[in-house]
């Protein structure tokens, strides 16, 4: 019987691994692994018999003197010339020159070049492209309190250069005044019917710029005895009216001075009022992240108010580019006015209409009518008429009263008349004393009016630095929630990749327990490392290469 000649090599070393299999190092090819490990401190044995997989070293050595060493490479010569690598389970001493080292094979180091990877279901890895809003998949982690993360962006509907002057006056009216309170050059005749912004009309909008023009023309209409023409006044940005849809005019009213009214040009179309480009945020709360996910929702998106209790949120990924905003505008009682984005959600233009918000309503003025005015005007003619009638009828009374003989008839009928004259003299009182009338109404429009921010307003949010910072060394160490079937990326990393699988799948020729045993790795996640001199130093860069 032949006997054979101890030919396996046994290197006691040295290494960053553990046994837990959470952290493991990758290489290029096996020529690659063997330099690395053989370049560990070690000690080295080459008169073995064979070594089994998984079971007892006897090394010729006090246990005291190879206690630092954690991990075993070895070689049956004589039958393979494949390493197999192992971790070092425990040491028990035999004797001072006699040590037993059990061991357990390290199932990627002997196997990784020998693996298959079939597509599987992948739960979280580091992702080879992190272009902004490609991976969005909620990760489920603390957000903390959102903040204000930049600048807010305001809407502007006033064009004025003067800061008295941010909205138009606009008159809803049914008639023009003439007669007594007709202006020069005249309004005109009749009010036509219009389209303005592509609903019709059948009243006139007269616009004016002060307080004291619209004051003038409220008189104007009383003097003419048309107050009730005046159907609503209501304000409207400067900037809702294209210099081309208006002609200003000035007009010497009866009482002198001098009234500038625009007129609306007919079949006005819906107004671009203003556009909005917001810059996407590279930051949150002052922190950089190394993760582009954090850069989307729900790390950081921004919201547009209206400055009426109507706010919404959009998310900055949801943009092919830097988020635009048009504000149209229609003239109407309170006005129309929205926001929309241009190119949000695969849409353009007027595409992203219905993602649009709607500005609050303008404020629909209140205003006096002079009902004194008005009463003297409506009676200018019927007064002295009435109080003539009034004597005639006495005189007549009296006529007839002494042709029949009666005395007491005339007394009777000048006392209606004086009544009569008495009536009207009281129903001038009357109207004298009655409060001029107030019309129309406000709304909740006033306070942004008189703050300037009857507009849109854009807020950029985003966590705190504090927990932008944790989500993302979260991520850093742990790559994105992923959610998809495919081939695991255990390598694009600069230093390190981490993956979980659910029921990884992976073929190869090898012993079924030590498969088992890789699979379990990947499914209980595990981070490759690719760089010995960086293993386990989550300070170093991990970008895409």
């Not at 003197?65 to 971790?87: C, L, T």
């Not at 080292?101 to 992702?127: A, G, N």
């Not at 504090?466 to 081939?487: P, W």
Request: glycine share 8%; hydrophobic share 35%.
């Amino acid at each position: 019987m032949s006997v054979i000649a101890p030919q396996t090599d046994v290197y006691l070393l040295k290494v960053p691994l553990e046994i837990d299999n959470t952290n493991q190092l990758t290489f290029s090819d096996a020529t690659a692994q063997h330099t690395y490990f053989n370049s560990l401190p070690k000690l080295s044995f080459d008169q073995f018999t064979y070594q089994r997989k998984d079971g007892t070293l006897r090394i010729p050595a006090l246990i005291d003197d190879i206690i630092q060493y954690n991990y075993v490479m070895y070689r049956n010569e004589g039958f393979s010339n494949k390493w197999f690598y192992a971790f070092i389970d425990k040491m028990e001493y035999l004797n001072d020159s006699v040590t037993a080292v059990s061991i357990s094979t390290d199932i990627w180091q002997t196997w990784c070049f020998e693996l298959t990877y079939k597509p599987t279901f992948i739960e979280r890895e580091h992702v080879n492209d992190d272009t902004v809003g490609l991976h969005t998949i909620p990760e489920g982690l603390e957000l903390g309190e959102y903040i204000v993360n930049g600048t807010i962006v305001n809407s502007d509907l006033n064009t004025a250069s003067s800061e008295s002057n941010v909205t138009w006056i606009c008159f809803q009216v049914s008639d023009y005044p003439d007669g007594n309170g007709a202006l020069s050059p005249t309004l005109g005749d009749d009010v036509d019917g219009k389209f303005y912004g592509g609903v019709y009309s059948g009243l006139s909008y007269l616009l004016v710029l002060t307080a004291g023009d619209a004051n003038d023309l409220i008189k104007c209409y009383d003097l003419a005895d048309k107050a009730d023409a005046i159907v609503s006044i209501f304000q409207v940005p400067f900037g809702a009216i294209n210099s081309d849809d208006i002609s200003i005019t000035n007009h010497t009213p009866p009482f002198g001075g001098s009234i500038a009214i625009g007129r609306l040009s007919s079949d006005m179309n819906p107004i671009s009022i203003d556009s909005i480009t917001l810059t996407k945020p590279t930051t949150l709360n002052g922190y950089s992240p190394k993760n582009n996910k954090m850069l989307t929702w729900p790390f950081s998106y921004f919201y547009c108010s209206n400055n009426a209790g109507i706010e919404s949120d959009f998310r900055w990924e949801d943009f092919s580019s830097n988020p635009a905003f048009k504000i149209d505008g229609a003239i109407s009682q309170g006005m129309s006015i929205k926001a929309y984005p241009t190119n949000y959600k695969n849409t353009t233009n007027l595409g992203g209409y219905n993602f649009g918000i709607t500005c609050g309503k303008l404020p629909v003025c209140a205003w006096n009518s002079d009902y004194y005015v008005n009463w003297c005007t409506q009676n200018a003619v019927n007064i002295p008429l009435s109080i003539a009638s009034s004597v005639v009828n006495t005189g007549l009374g009296v006529v007839t009263s002494a042709k029949s003989g009666s005395v007491l008839g005339g007394i009777s009928s000048l006392s209606s008349g004086i009544t009569k004259i008495g009536e009207v003299i009281s129903q001038t009182y009357q109207a004298k004393i009655t409060p001029d009338q107030a019309k129309g109404n406000t709304n909740c429009g006033d306070i942004n009016i008189a703050e300037k921010r009857f507009g849109f307003t854009f807020y950029p949010m985003s966590i705190k630095a504090e927990y932008a910072s944790m989500c993302d060394q979260f991520m850093s160490m742990f790559g994105y929630k992923v959610n998809s079937v495919k081939t695991p990326n255990i390598t694009g990393r600069r230093n390190w990749n981490y993956v979980k699988t659910v029921g990884c799948y992976i073929e190869a020729d090898i012993p079924q327990d030590d498969l088992q045993g890789i699979k379990d790795m990947f499914d209980n996640g595990v981070t490759f490392w690719h760089n010995p001199s960086t293993f386990a130093d989550y300070g170093q860069n991990n970008d895409i290469i």
